[in-house]
């Protein structure tokens, strides 16, 4: 789907322009709770390996270290530049993979490995080889040709002859941070990042084979224009990447202490705000990325717009993959797993993770066990924001329900989508049209049943939308 030359409505921009989750997951991590421990993981991928036909895995690894603080960052991150640290943390990381390898048989396949942070570069190129050889030596590997080892880059931080080794372990997809290559933004967030070294780093990336390369935008930054994000965006697009994300700035300084060094008064007001997304949809779209929606724009033989294209698109924690139908294990401080009907979360903070390896126990401080709604409403949230569409019909065949009667009510709060052209019914059920793709996450909270109680919250927990 590429909407060239889509038209978006200022009205309908501020309209729509309200706080909401991202839809990694469903329920959403706020819903976690304390009462899921280390026993009901280890019971969950039981259940998991006894399933007729088990799901293969995707892993994710952590590692939260970053040589200098960014001001607007959310993540999970620890700021030093004591090398040391990687080795003392790569220690209780083995120790974490071989608890949580025992537990899954052996005969399931790792077609997906993704290393985020924090700045996972801040590990070596060896020391990143290292752990890949690690999990390569407790799981099983699948040989598929499309099996993904990805990695979250920091050009400042990398070089070339970097990339080459990394080549040489297996990686072959990598996601790097731009942001904005404005001087004025990148002093204001505290990241000075020319477009030469960027460059650099995507142009060895493709020399050594990589199959994809993603480059992570924000709109909606300290200095920030219409103009000068246009320039940046040109300059992107003149450097070539397969892949872009646009991510909408979510300014939480109550959540994200970094974001206090922000001057807020240098923030794009809510109006210009709205045209640097539009501006982006429209620069993007008219150099032919398909969207895909949200926030990620991918070319037309990207495997992750062919996933689109043949209804196989996935979403989890790692956002947009052509990874459906696995179970995902995550390792490290804060990592977030989903195995069968279950969530769960290593401890956000480096000691409560290191004390439970200490002692021997899977990391584990919170999560949940999905009941029969959840279950629902994960499947048609996950359908929304991959495909577009709500399949009352296929959903009916699936539970045994009438969807239609269940989601009454639900079903009734998109009908002002639909009257702004963002959605159209059938007898099957909803079809997010080419537009509407821009506001998935506000059609999905139509039937997100936590919504009401998060709405008491005396502070925003969720980012923007737009």
Not at 65 to 70: A, H, R, V
Not at 98 to 116: I, N, P, W
Not at 156 to 162: E, M
């Amino acid at each position: 789907m590429t909407p060239v030359g889509i038209s978006l409505e200022p009205e309908l921009l501020r309209r729509y322009d309200t706080a909401g989750p991202r839809y990694t997951s469903y329920p959403t991590a706020p819903q976690f709770s304390d009462r899921f421990g280390p026993p009901d993981l280890a019971a969950a991928i039981a259940r998991s390996n006894d399933e007729p036909i088990p799901r293969r895995l995707s892993l994710y690894v952590h590692v939260p270290f970053c040589e200098s603080p960014c001001f607007y960052c959310g993540c999970n991150r620890i700021i030093t530049r004591d090398k040391a640290k990687a080795e003392t943390y790569l220690l209780r990381l083995y120790r974490e993979i071989d608890l949580a390898a025992k537990q899954f048989d052996r005969d399931r396949e790792v077609v997906q490995l993704h290393f985020g942070g924090g700045t996972p570069n801040f590990l070596s190129p060896a020391q990143l080889g290292e752990v890949v050889e690690v999990l390569r030596g407790q799981f099983n590997f699948s040989r598929a040709r499309d099996r993904d080892i990805s990695i979250e880059l920091d050009p400042r931080f990398v070089s070339p002859p970097d990339i080459a080794k990394l080549a040489d372990y297996g990686f072959n997809r990598a996601s790097l941070g731009v942001q904005d290559f404005n001087p004025e933004v990148q002093a204001a967030v505290n990241r000075v990042q020319s477009i030469e070294e960027t460059r650099a780093i995507v142009d060895a990336c493709k020399t050594h084979g990589f199959e994809s390369v993603n480059i992570d935008l924000i709109y909606g930054l300290p200095n920030q224009t219409v103009d000068r994000f246009k320039k940046t965006l040109d300059e992107v697009l003149d450097i070539g990447p397969d892949r872009l994300a646009v991510y909408g700035y979510a300014h939480l300084p109550h959540l994200f202490k970094p974001q206090k060094q922000l001057d807020a008064s240098l923030l794009p007001t809510a109006q210009t705000r709205l045209r640097l997304l539009q501006t982006a949809i429209e620069t993007l779209t008219a150099a032919g990325y398909v969207y895909i929606g949200m926030d990620h724009f991918a070319l037309p033989g990207d495997s992750l717009a062919r996933a689109q294209a043949a209804g196989s698109l996935h979403r989890n924690f790692m956002g947009y993959t052509t990874h459906a139908e696995t179970d995902l294990l995550g390792l490290g401080v804060s990592a977030i797993s989903k195995i069968g009907d279950t969530f769960s979360q290593n401890p956000r903070d480096l000691p409560g993770w290191e004390t439970a390896l200490d002692d021997g126990r899977l990391p584990v401080f919170r999560g949940m066990t999905l009941d029969e709604d959840d279950i629902l409403r994960a499947d048609l949230i996950q359908g929304l924001m991959c495909q577009g569409k709500v399949p009352l019909t296929e959903l009916s065949n699936r539970y045994q329900i009438d969807a239609a009667s269940y989601f009454q009510s639900e079903l009734a709060a998109t009908a002002g989508f639909e009257q702004d052209g963002l959605l159209q019914r059938d007898e099957d059920g909803l079809q997010v049209t080419t537009k509407g793709r821009l506001f998935l996450r506000n059609i999905a909270m139509c039937f997100d049943k936590y919504l009401a109680s998060r709405a008491a919250s005396t502070s925003p927990t969720y980012s923007r939308s737009l």
